[in-house]
């Protein structure tokens, strides 16, 4: 079965042509379909029956209208990651921050326009752990006429990294939360949906995804990572990528054999099958330098060259260790933004906001968890372990509905202490659906430091409703004084997500110029879970152009 197909359902315009066209019509139909993969015959949760969903097309400035038909008997919604949205938080997706969910037997068209931006981005569900396997890729063009900045390859492939789940993942969280403690991992990884050859259970797969080259030919390679809670490195035996894209964001090319993508992250890349034939394996593999549980099986695929016979063996490659700190650095450090006069690097220079957010894990009680010896594991920004609320934030703030949620998160956290060291003696957070208001067209920094209250982890954060530049990391504690010394203000890389490094911390820079309510949360779905998030409100600018515009009719209600 091609799980790759080019979608379904389309209204308007012949979307492999890619016709000129401004309005693109999809269906979007989440259902229940039964799966034989993995030696597994439970039904999962997907749009359409696809698993990985469709992959949606759109060029620059295209507005595209998905009708979402719910028809499982679980809420849903759909985030378009990394479309700004701009002034149009109804559309973007997250459950209780800017719409409600859309119920079991309702509908709701997301209706946005992709305004300043080209490039590889996802879609995925934004209630619960259902982006399990609802997912998808979501390729934006340039306009008509506008070339890559980069040489043209001759084909283009979406390559979707996820991990497999054998056990009902709303079950594995739930179970967690009651008991208090860290939920299972996933049985398996994936490349566009299959595990290739590794053994679950016990129980061997040949399900291997296939990738067809020809020899000399030149490929963009559109990577995502849809994993719900795991970085990964992907690799290629014998090949070497030429990274041009990151997060929809030209970077200034460079060579590896080596890709490290978070959560939430998309990165392009070209491959030139520089080979004569052959089968070549691929591998996506996980990447954790922390003390914690992952799935450690790696997924693979091959390249197979036009014309290489089945028999032939597969060129063998090793991926790297687990905790290969060395080698997601290298990838990390060199990206770059491109900052051409066509497609500069707008860094805030002075800034008006300048926060410092903690992020990390902590400990609350809970008399109910058996198993956690009375206490839970909790996740906070700035010790506040977010509550979700019961309206959604923008519907809240747009019809001025009171109690709902407060303005006072905190711009530092309420204690000093040694982050990457020893943490305090109090493990307890505060709960809370606190906001931080920000002006329209205030610029922001917000310095990401990780802590090792429980253990230090590594945390994917993603900022919805704008890109962001990443100026600076490092590890340690962070230093106000001698840090900012070596923030990177002429060409950062410019993302919206990014990885703060264990033990470690990340500055970003944007400027605040979409109204509306925004989330930040971590991309590790179980730190979701556990309170790792927060929002920004911001505020209305001068006149309807810097104005959130109103919702729609059909906008789902709580």
């Known amino acids: 079965m091609n799980y790759c197909v080019r979608v379904l359902l389309l209204m308007a315009c012949i979307v492999p042509a890619l016709v000129e066209c401004k309005v693109r019509h999809y269906k979007f139909h989440v259902v229940l379909k039964n799966t034989t993969r993995l030696c597994s ?29 719910n028809l499982v008997k679980l809420n849903v919604t759909i985030h378009w990651h990394g479309v700004r949205q701009l002034r149009n938080g109804w559309a973007d997706g997250p459950a209780y921050i800017t719409q409600c969910p859309i119920q079991p037997g309702h509908t709701y068209v997301y209706n946005f326009t992709i305004t300043g931006q080209r490039g590889t981005l996802l879609w995925h569900a934004h209630v619960n752990w259902l982006r399990s396997t609802v997912h998808g890729a979501l390729v934006i063009l340039p306009k008509h006429g506008v070339p890559y900045p980069f040489p043209k390859p001759d084909h283009e492939l979406v390559v979707i990294l996820g991990e497999w789940w054998k056990s009902d993942t709303e079950a594995v969280i739930n179970e967690a939360l ?24 016990n129980c061997s797969t040949q399900d291997v995804y296939k990738l067809s ?31 041009v894209e990151v997060d929809a964001s030209y970077v200034k090319p460079f060579k590896t054999d080596t890709i490290v993508i978070a959560p939430g992250q998309t990165t392009n890349a070209l491959l030139t099958a520089d080979k004569k034939s052959g089968k070549y394996l691929v591998l996506a593999s996980p990447f ?6 992952v799935d450690n099986l790696t997924a693979t695929a091959t390249l197979h060259y036009t014309g290489t016979l089945a028999s032939t063996p597969t060129v063998l490659t090793t991926p790297p260790l687990k905790n290969a700190t060395q080698v997601a650095n290298n990838f990390t450090t060199s990206l770059k933004s ?12 002075t800034l008006d906001h300048s ?11 809970c008399p109910s968890c058996i198993a956690g010896n009375g206490s839970k594991v909790v996740a906070s920004v700035n010790n506040v372990t977010f509550v979700m609320p019961t309206i959604a934030l923008l519907q809240a703030q747009y019809f001025n509905i009171k109690g709902v949620f407060t303005t006072d998160f905190p711009a530092n956290p309420p204690q000093v202490f040694n982050y990457s060291g020893n943490p305090p003696a109090n493990l307890q957070t505060t709960n809370g659906t606190k906001l931080y208001r920000l002006s329209f067209n205030s610029t922001v920094q917000i310095v ?9 982890e590594s945390h994917p954060v993603h900022l919805h409703g704008f890109n962001f530049f990443a100026v600076g990391t490092g590890i340690g504690n962070y230093n106000p004084k001698k ?16 990885g703060v490094p264990t033990g470690g911390w990340t500055a970003i820079r944007f400027r605040a110029d979409n109204p509306g309510v925004w989330f930040l949360h971590c991309h590790f779905e179980v730190h979701t879970t556990w309170g790792l998030k927060m929002a920004f409100l911001v505020d209305n600018g001068k006149g309807p152009k810097e104005s959130v515009i109103p919702p729609p009719k059909d906008l789902p209600k709580c």
């Not at 015959?41 to 038909?69: C, H, M, Q, W």
């Not at 009651?178 to 050859?197: C, F, M, Q």
């Not at 030149?218 to 990528?241: D, Q, S």
């Not at 002429?490 to 990014?498: A, G, L, M, Q, S």
């Open 178 to 201: 009651n008991s208090g403690l860290a939920p299972n991992v996933s049985d398996a990884h994936t490349i566009n949906g299959l595990p290739g050859t590794v053994s679950v259970d």
């Open 355 to 365: 926060l410092f957010f903690t992020v990390g894990l902590g400990i609350n009680p």
């Open 41 to 69: 015959s439970k039904p999962i949760v997907t749009v359409n029956g696809k698993f990985p969903g469709p992959i949606l097309y759109a060029r620059e400035d295209d507005t595209v209208l998905v009708k979402v038909r």
């Open 288 to 293: 954790m330098d922390a003390p914690v549980a």
């Open 338 to 349: 491109l900052n051409s006069k066509i497609y500069p690097a707008n860094v805030p220079l």
């Open 483 to 498: 840090d900012p010394n070596n923030f990177n203000l002429v060409d950062p890389v410019e993302r919206n997500t990014i």
């Open 213 to 243: 080259v020809e020899s000399g030919k030149t490929y963009l390679l559109r990577i995502i990572n849809a994993a719900l809670n795991e970085e990964l490195f992907f690799k290629i035996a014998g090949h070497k990528f030429t990274v």
């Open 448 to 456: 990401l430091q990780d802590t090792g209250f429980i253990s230090p």
